[in-house]
């Protein structure tokens, strides 16, 4: 039988995404699509692509199920969880950052959900904090170095698209304004930086500093970012490094060719390329924001923590073009 | 066991986008991406979206399979099944122009691939003529009023991706000229016309005319078109009309909301608005063009052909945003 | 000595625009930028590409001036001119279309400011109504047709930039939306029908009918049309006839190659192409939106209707790519 | 009476942008249009935004002029000086990279071209070395901080347009491919690095090494910087170091608001941000690359050497959407 599946915050960009990805999931059924604001509509016509996919009504009344998702905007999660107990035997996959620094919450105890690293624990869990999506591409840049004791000082630019921004209009999110253009934001204080270290320095013997500049891009999916490091190690080495530490994941490539952001739009993928010169190496990395980087990633957490393949509901055909 | 499947001109958009949904096709194995001019290479490295997906070496020595792609450029699949003849029970699918309107070739006679009006001929053949991508969307969007004796003059304008140009690099694929850019092309002399008035006029009691303005987009994937008719119809006859005509088809939809583009990117549906204002009614259609309006609907037909559920390996995550 | 200039609503899109033109025009000096809802602001804090150029404060304290342009929404110019009465002397631009369709308010009798039919008009008047962009890109496209009787059904499909939805941030502005994405709106009842039929009716002999399908382009600037029309006339005969009509006409272009939109992005300029085929023309038309089709054609009305020449701040060097 | 210009190379991109700015220029005329590969050609038949603006015909046999624009692909000049030896007393300004590095070429002694380091000595020279796009955007974020002795170790990525790889067709300027997409080139080893350095470390009492990842976007027109550097100044220390050393620029602005790319677009101004946080700062700065970084900055370094208005021809309008 079908495990059925709630979903807190449908009606939003990482909420609806998950719903393109489960209305195809062969072990799940979604039963509760949870929305305050839109109860009542289906989720069909507040998005038009998933008639015929998915016409389930928003309801503002919970209902029991085996597998529920929060994707409520950050720091949202908490209070709702208060507000509704849920059975510690449901397991709870929060897409906000609530959970991400501070794991332990009423009787759970969060996991950080990014198999690559967590994988074991995942799998024997019943709360799993999903990363952010700019936490995601950046940490797989930087984890196989960090475990080699091979970051001190990193510089970062990411790129990510206006999904990232949410549904919200925002006079950065209008079309006039970002169609064409590129824009800085939350230079060195992007609130992603934090989740990143707390990871690296937990698998590096070194202090890891982390200086990220986030760039506003001029598509709506993807995530591009380079990494900067001092290093000495050849390319080869390097590489190596990096095939060793990601022969289990499932998701997680390194290329021996180029790198172009739209290699892993619409797919749970990373893509890892690394380039070194002179005493520097540069690693590049891509994600879709909304997969990999949110409801992609919840989903593959899911997979594990319910002992079905990590890549159920999750061979998807890549946009390409 | 799975039937083997060749794509003759895997090298090209239509060939690759064959496989990215064959790759997670439940019935079917690839074991023949054939490519003259790319002999020898990893289809991964001309398109390594598809790293892990299918990472196939193109070849130019054709092997025996059940089903045969043709992903050549216009005209050239009456050459290529002459030099090389197909032994008549393989499923040969052409998704060239070769054959739409000339259905007699050799000892094959080729049926026009769009399941909407053919789907019981589809079922029972060996030769598939799969449509145009224009041709598909304007069909769809005007089959229900020919059958029903509505059409005369139609004035259709619509919308191309430049993926429709293919990959060759033309100054209007450039991408600084495409950008941001509108332009028209072969105006009233788009090569698809005739298909579409073939059909229509099969359908239609009157004598149809379609004056066709084809548009190229500024977006890699996607076609949107609108056709105006004169017509005394009320808007609740039209659509009652329309669904009636597609309560069958599994990737046509008649929506009561607002259509936009992306609602169809990356998956094989159709979708249609209707419009009516004093005597006229405008018809707008959308489809992704190389899916419904090529290697999709040629998987479709081959769903049909083969006896499968039309659906699978159709069930594709939308791009959505 | 310069004239002065007021803007009200200067806050808006083509209120920016016209600071942008008239900042580097030699003969006026813009003294008033009236906002109600900015004021106390700098207009460079709002359209940061005017530090340097214009760095104003804006007001809602009207003061005296010689030439004063409305940049209102559409509707609110009456209200406004009938709380702030302007003296006689004051050559008044509406931008808006309060006046383009009731030319009489209060003692004030408005030209409709299409320059290309209007100028002697315009060039002895105080009182000017702004043609609507889309007004502007078709009705030039069809005049010389309608002056020789040559007009009935006219079929036109017009795709528009998103700064034509002006700067309110509504779902079809937002940029996940609208990034690769086309839509059409107001089918067949765009509000410029009216203003576009009342001047080609003037001219013509015959009665015109415009079926209009507006849509939503994927950029930010530029109006790109194409109409649809019955005529035996040859290709020639009919280019000759626009060469003729437009020969004074110091903006639009009668073009021998390919139009494509950028061609007039950023410029003053109306370009025309003329196809031929089988019984029917098709005329397509591309205009700035924000120029010709508004703040450009603003300023061409105002150096008519103050005895300047006629291109005076207009020549503009174009985006191009 | 008006000096005579020859364009060499005037049917590429930087060629044609400077016959969009030299057009309306009080100053000067454009005599010869020099193309071996399109001569005997319209330039307005190959950018038909010129209609009207240049019509001039493209020559292969050289004329006598005043001044001398160079826009040939990067190490062609030489050659062509070399084959075509030019009068000491015409002005010679080259776009390409020839002259950057190594100043002295026959009885020639070339100037880099940046106004806001060499104004002076561009003042009273015939023989200026234009610099390049991403040279211009980075060397006008870092001069100020490297003549405070402040710069030691510098990270920079800088994203460019796709105008910035030129007309020629490649499988990186296709739209299909570029649309969407963001990817790196010429990881730390960009051709400009080497100009960059040479007048950073001719400032600076420090090695300056700089760490410089390039992206391509996903744009036509445009450059964006963000540079990371160690520093224990505060921003206001930085920001007034950055005032006094742009307050004679024309074209410099250092702004106290947020930058986006698109307030410099189609304009010759080049605008830097600053930012800091905990001991580092980022100094973010944007230009377009075919006007500051290219032929505006061409136009205003032959502004200054023929002792003219430093600003002649360069009011542009910004596209500012």
Not at 144 to 167: K, N
Not at 214 to 238: M, N, V, Y
Not at 263 to 276: H, M, R, Y
Not at 291 to 317: C, F, I
């Amino acid at each position: 039988m079908k495990k059925t599946v709630g979903i807190i915050g449908a009606n939003g960009y990482t909420g609806s995404e998950l719903i393109r990805l489960l209305a195809y999931h062969p072990e799940v059924e979604m039963t509760c699509l949870f929305s305050r604001s839109n109860s009542g509509v289906k989720i069909s016509e507040l998005y038009p692509d998933l008639a015929g996919i998915c016409d389930l009504v928003l309801t503002n009344e919970l209902q029991k199920v085996d597998i529920l998702f929060l994707c409520l905007p950050h720091k949202e999660s908490q209070n709702w969880l208060t507000q509704n107990p849920i059975d510690a035997e449901v397991l709870v996959i929060d897409l906000g950052n609530d959970f991400r620094l501070e794991a332990d919450f009423n009787n759970r105890k969060f996991i950080y959900g990014l198999p690559e690293i967590n994988k074991t624990e995942i799998q024997s869990t019943k709360s799993i904090a999903n990363p952010g999506c700019f936490a995601t591409a950046i940490q797989l840049a930087l984890l196989p170095l960090a475990e080699a004791g091979l970051l001190t000082d990193v510089y970062t630019t990411g790129i990510t698209g206006s999904t990232g921004a949410g549904q919200k209009l925002q006079s950065t999110t209008h079309f006039t304004w970002r169609n064409d253009n590129i824009s800085a934001y939350k230079t060195l204080t992007h609130q992603h930086v934090e989740e990143i270290l707390m990871n690296l320095n937990s698998k590096s013997s070194n202090d890891v500093k982390l200086n990220f500049v986030p760039w506003r891009g001029d598509f709506a999916r993807g995530i591009f970012t380079s990494s900067t490091i001092k290093c000495d190690k050849s390319l080869e080495e390097i590489k190596t490094l990096f095939q060793d530490f990601y022969k289990e994941a499932k998701f997680v490539q390194v290329t021996d060719g180029h790198l172009d952001m739209k290699q892993v739009v619409n797919t749970n993928k990373c893509v890892i390329e690394i380039e070194q010169n002179e005493g520097f190496i540069v690693v590049h990395s891509a994600i879709d924001n909304l997969l990999k980087g949110a409801s992609g990633q919840a989903v593959q957490n899911m997979n594990l923590a319910m002992g079905w393949d990590e890549t159920l509901g999750l061979n998807l055909k890549p946009i390409a073009f």
